[in-house]
C-alpha cells in the first residue's frame, strides 16, 4: 500500500519551505503487540527497499522523518518500528501522527496483533518473557501491552492478525502491500569464474562447462574472451552447449516462483570453466540472455575474467 499523496509543504520554525514531501516519500510506522511479528514486517519492509529503523523513541518520530526526507534516496521510503520496551515510548500514538501529518508527511500506521493464546505460545517457544510482565504471568503482560496499545490500534491504517500467518506469509502480506511488482522479483545473477581460482561462496547453483572443448588451445581463440562472438560462436557450437543452457535455463524458471514465494530476491547461478576466460563466460552470457527472455531480471557478471 504504496499509498502515493500530491506533494505538500512542510515548514520549519521560522516559516521556510525546506523541502517538499513528495509523491515519491514512503513513510510507514510499525507498531503491534509483542510477539505478533513486528520483526518480521521490519525485514519485509527491507525488502522492498524501505530504510528501516527499529525500536525508535516515539518522541523521535518526527526528527527521524525529517531526517530520511532530507536524505533522500533510499531513505526516501522510511519504516519507523515503535516497541514498548523503548523507555522513551509513551501512548500518545495518535498525538505523534498528527504531528506528522502537520509537517506533510502522510504516514501509513502498521499495527501488527494476533490472539493472546498465540503470544502466550510463542514466547513460550522461545522461553522469554514478556517485556511488561514483571513478576506477573506472560497472560497479564499481554493484557498490559493491549492496554497500552488500544489507542494506536483504533489509528492504525492497516491491521495484520498474524494468528493464522507463518513467517513466510506475513512477509508476503507485507510486501503485497508495500512493495511494487519489481521489489518482489528474484533477481539472477549468472556469474561466471574459474575452477583453479576456487568456487563462488555465495553461489546458489553451481554450473561446470568444463565438458565442452577448451577455446584456449585454438591458438586464433586463446588471446579473446566468451564475450566476444568469436568465442562465443565457437563454444555454442559444441554438442551439448546449446541443450546445456536450456535446461539450466528452464530449471530456474521452474524454481523462481518458489523462491519469490519463499523470500528469497536474490539468486547467483556461478557458472564455472578452468580459467573463467572463454567457456563460462560464454555460457552465463547467454544463460543470462535467455533467463531474460522468460521475464526474469538477470545480468551476467564475470569475476575472474582479465585474471589471466
Known amino acids: 500500500?504504496?499509498?502515493?499523496?500530491?506533494?505538500?509543504q512542510i515548514t520549519d520554525e521560522a516559516g521556510q519551505q525546506p523541502e517538499t514531501v513528495g509523491a515519491d516519500n514512503v513513510l510507514v510506522v510499525v507498531t503491534g503487540l509483542s510477539g505478533g511479528g513486528r520483526s518480521t514486517v521490519a525485514?519485509?519492509?527491507?525488502?522492498?527497499?524501505?530504510?528501516?529503523?527499529?525500536?525508535?523513541?516515539?518522541?523521535?518520530?518526527?526528527?527521524?522523518?525529517?531526517?530520511?526526507?532530507?536524505?533522500?534516496?533510499?531513505?526516501?521510503?522510511?519504516?519507523?518500528?515503535?516497541?514498548?520496551?523503548?523507555?522513551?515510548?509513551?501512548?500518545?500514538l495518535a498525538g505523534a501522527i498528527r504531528a506528522l501529518k502537520e509537517?506533510?508527511?502522510?504516514?501509513?500506521?502498521?499495527?501488527?496483533?494476533?490472539?493472546?493464546?498465540?503470544?502466550?505460545?510463542?514466547?513460550?517457544?522461545?522461553?522469554?518473557?514478556?517485556?511488561?510482565?514483571?513478576?506477573?504471568?506472560?497472560?497479564?503482560?499481554?493484557?498490559?501491552?493491549?492496554?497500552?496499545l488500544a489507542e494506536a490500534r483504533e489509528q492504525a491504517d492497516v491491521i495484520i492478525d498474524t494468528t493464522h500467518l507463518n513467517v513466510n506469509q506475513l512477509r508476503r502480506r507485507v510486501e503485497e502491500l508495500f512493495g511494487g511488482e519489481d521489489a518482489r522479483r528474484l533477481r539472477v545473477t549468472v556469474l561466471s569464474f574459474g575452477f583453479k581460482y576456487g568456487l563462488p561462496p555465495d553461489a546458489d547453483f553451481v554450473l561446470d562447462?568444463?565438458?565442452?572443448?577448451?577455446?584456449?588451445?585454438?591458438?586464433?581463440?586463446?588471446?579473446?574472451?566468451?564475450?566476444?562472438?568469436?568465442?562465443?560462436?565457437?563454444?555454442?557450437?559444441?554438442?551439448?552447449?546449446?541443450?546445456?543452457?536450456?535446461?539450466?535455463?528452464?530449471?530456474?524458471?521452474?524454481?523462481?516462483?518458489g523462491f519469490e514465494r519463499e523470500g528469497k530476491r536474490y539468486l547467483t547461478v556461478a557458472v564455472g570453466c578452468t580459467g573463467g576466460k572463454h567457456r563460462s563466460v560464454a555460457i552465463a552470457e547467454e544463460l543470462a540472455g535467455k533467463l531474460r527472455q522468460s521475464r526474469l531480471a538477470a545480468n551476467a557478471q564475470h569475476r575472474d575474467l582479465g585474471r589471466e
Open 1 to 8: 500500500m504504496s499509498v502515493r499523496q500530491p506533494s505538500e
Open 43 to 92: 525485514r519485509a519492509l527491507e525488502n522492498v527497499g524501505f530504510y528501516v529503523v527499529d525500536n525508535l523513541p516515539q518522541a523521535l518520530l518526527l526528527d527521524m522523518a525529517e531526517l530520511a526526507l532530507k536524505a533522500g534516496g533510499a531513505a526516501r521510503h522510511t519504516a519507523m518500528v515503535l516497541d514498548v520496551r523503548s523507555r522513551a515510548f509513551s501512548t500518545d
Open 103 to 148: 509537517r506533510g508527511f502522510h504516514p501509513r500506521v502498521v499495527f501488527v496483533d494476533a490472539d493472546d493464546e498465540v503470544l502466550i505460545r510463542r514466547f513460550e517457544s522461545v522461553r522469554r518473557s514478556h517485556p511488561l510482565q514483571g513478576d506477573g504471568r506472560l497472560a497479564d503482560g499481554i493484557a498490559a501491552e493491549r492496554e497500552l
Open 209 to 257: 562447462a568444463r565438458f565442452l572443448p577448451n577455446p584456449y588451445w585454438v591458438p586464433e581463440l586463446r588471446e579473446h574472451t566468451g564475450r566476444e562472438e568469436a568465442v562465443s560462436g565457437y563454444v555454442l557450437g559444441q554438442d551439448g552447449a546449446v541443450e546445456f543452457v536450456e535446461n539450466y535455463a528452464s530449471l530456474i524458471n521452474a524454481t523462481a516462483s
